[in-house]
């Protein structure tokens, strides 16, 4: 009886300690998260540089930092990470663009503002963790962004269709805040900055917006993601933990058996005992003299 105890308490323990192991998880899954989680804030500062459709042909300085092509600008945006490597941003940024015209002079183009602001809806790709896996304690992510949306010159009162791209690299310098380098392009139909001259709607005669940007992140809600499970690999832990555990039931009822053959064959002699008891002859004593007559 002892070894049946102790061969089941062994199995239990055997099944326990799987219980208290860490589960083994997927490198590239994740467990979805509800959807107030993830969410985020940004604000940026950045120095953007137009070159207009119209200016081919020109001669101009191709450099971002001349005063005729180039201002600081601010952004805003807000989005969700719907995955580790994937999510949506809605951005908003501008304000103090150029008109790359004037008399195509870029000694004397002055007084070529142009106030504007573009809003668009972008795509996130999370490049580090969709190649590498999502991993909390890392602090530094590539990311990459396309999207679409519409500008308007609120100097010239004219709206634009806007195509956007770049890149997006994020230091994680608290639990829920990021700093940001962002450089990026908003390509514009060529009526948004209002110039003299004409030019096709092909992409290489767009209106174009370089910028690059310094900013911050801030997660709104938890920004953490549980890793999920590893099926196969559990799956066969299991497995193995029940194959244990048979291996055990069988062995003890192995020993049942054993012990209740023992048993039987004592029963069986302790039957006998008294049959060979209860047909034996009773003590009767000196035997009886015959009588002589």
Request: aromatic share 12%; hydrophobic share 40%.
């Amino acid at each position: 009886m002892k070894k049946i105890l102790a061969l089941l308490a062994l199995a239990s323990v055997s099944m326990g300690s799987f219980a208290q192991d860490v589960v083994p998880e997927e490198k590239y899954s994740i467990a979805t998260n509800s959807f107030g989680s993830n969410w985020f804030v940004q604000a940026g500062l950045d120095w953007n540089a137009w070159y207009s459709a119209e200016e081919r042909g020109h001669d101009l300085s191709k450099s971002p930092f001349k005063k005729f092509r180039s201002n600081p600008g601010i952004s805003l945006a807000f989005g969700k990470w719907f995955t580790p490597g994937i999510g949506l941003r809605t951005k908003i940024q501008g304000f103090w663009g150029k008109k790359v015209d004037a008399d195509w002079n870029e000694d004397t183009n002055e007084g070529n503002g142009n106030k504007y602001w573009v809003a668009n809806e972008q795509v996130m790709f999370n490049l580090t963790n969709l190649f590498k896996g999502y991993k909390e304690e890392r602090v530094w992510n590539m990311m990459a962004f396309a999207g679409a949306g519409v500008g308007r010159s609120m100097t010239h009162n004219n709206y634009a269709m806007n195509y956007s791209l770049g890149l997006h690299s994020a230091w994680k310098v608290a639990e829920k805040v990021q700093l940001f380098a962002e450089a990026g392009l908003n390509t514009f139909d060529h009526n948004i900055d209002n110039c003299a001259g004409s030019a096709s709607q092909s992409w290489t005669r767009r209106c174009k917006n370089y910028y690059f940007e310094l900013g911050v992140t801030y997660n709104l809600g938890s920004s953490r993601w549980r890793k999920a499970p590893d099926m196969d690999i559990v799956d066969t832990l299991h497995q193995s933990e029940l194959d244990a555990l048979n291996a055990a039931l069988e062995d003890a009822n192995a020993e049942t058996e054993r012990l209740r053959g023992l048993l039987e064959k004592k029963q069986a002699g302790e039957k006998e005992t008294e049959h060979a008891t209860d047909v034996a002859p009773a003590d009767s004593g000196d035997a009886p003299a015959d009588s002589v007559e």
